[in-house]
């Protein structure tokens, strides 16, 4: 091969990663203000991803001897990190407390599709959990829930053939459990007040809309709000849990924070992503929070059950 063409095939090639790391800016860009737009919407929920593909830019930059173009990747990598690493740090450490009672609570999407319910139930007695919380429970999976029924006294089941269905089984006494009002033409959420041996709990398991659309994704914005609202006034500590379909950097999540001063169990363990089943390349959309008078820790995510969430699992206990 000619020195020419060596030298034009050189320049394609340069040409392209350049296009690919613009784009990438671009979409980047673009997932911190969303607006109305359900991709941008959608794409702010992968900054870890957005900076792993900052940083391969930035080392085939590198490889190329593009210092200059390099450079600009790793400051855009460091920028969508930013947000994904403090959440590998805990804010503070649980203190040993031999005499509180924690709670632990198990919460999985089974996913409706999902003809594994052997998988779901082998798990759960696995890890012994004492609070159940499921999503997308439709008839063909309630009739196969029985055995949790059996080892769980207290239940309240809200079964939908349209990926709304949801499922509470507890040992822990539970009260008051009914449909947690939220705007949209189904509930997406229940409500139960938990007798913990430290002090009451309300529980809230929660499943707002899928974010596949513009307009879905307005009516899980104001699903959430109704939470976050609900969540502000409330006098009990509070438990939130379930698949919230939004990631901790999801416009919509901030207010769950900043507004209703939920804690999420997850901080300190990781980003540990749940939604799709493919490891860590998937996103973390399935949660447990806890209101200021709820303290949270052990968060985990469990093996896959055959959905398309791997479930999670963690304690909490009230103050």
């Not at 930059?61 to 460091?78: I, Q």
């Not at 029924?149 to 009914?178: F, M, N």
Request: net charge positive; aromatic share 10%.
């Amino acid at each position: 091969m000619s020195k020419a063409r060596i030298a034009a095939t050189s320049a394609g090639r340069d040409r392209t990663l350049s296009a690919l790391a613009v784009a990438l800016a671009l979409a980047y860009a673009g997932a911190q203000f969303p607006g109305p737009f359900a991709v941008l919407d959608n794409l702010s929920n992968f900054p870890a991803h957005f900076g792993a593909a900052f940083l391969a830019c930035a080392a085939l930059f590198a490889w190329r001897r593009r210092a200059l173009p390099a450079l600009a990747c790793g400051a855009l990598a460091a920028l969508a990190l930013a947000s994904v690493v403090p959440w590998y740090f805990a804010a503070q450490a649980t203190p040993a407390d031999p005499a509180r009672s924690w709670v632990r609570l198990f919460v999985s999407n089974v996913y409706s599709g999902n003809r594994h319910p052997r998988r779901l139930l082998a798990l759960v007695r696995k890890e012994n959990p004492d609070v159940i919380g499921l999503i997308e429970v439709d008839s063909w999976w309630l009739r196969r829930l029985k055995p949790l029924r059996e080892a769980y006294p207290y239940h309240y089941e809200v079964p939908d053939e349209h990926y709304a269905g949801l499922a509470l089984y507890s040992r822990v006494p539970i009260e008051d459990v009914r449909p947690f009002a939220l705007p949209g033409e189904r509930s997406h959420a229940i409500a139960a007040t938990l007798r913990c041996a430290d002090g009451d709990v309300e529980l809230v398991l929660a499943h707002p809309m899928s974010p596949i659309g513009a307009e879905y994704i307005a009516k899980r914005n104001a699903q959430v709000a109704a939470i976050v609202r609900d969540a502000g006034v409330a006098r009990t500590p509070l438990v939130l849990a379930g698949d919230l379909n939004l990631t901790m950097w999801n416009d919509a999540y901030r207010p769950l924070e900043d507004v209703a001063k939920l804690s999420n169990a997850r901080q300190g363990h990781g980003i540990r992503p749940t939604w799709p089943a493919l490891g860590p390349f998937g996103v973390p959309i399935d949660h447990v929070l806890g209101s200021p008078g709820v303290r949270l820790r052990n968060f985990r995510v469990l093996p896959g059950i055959g959905s398309d969430h791997f479930p999670v699992i963690a304690e909490f206990s009230a103050r």
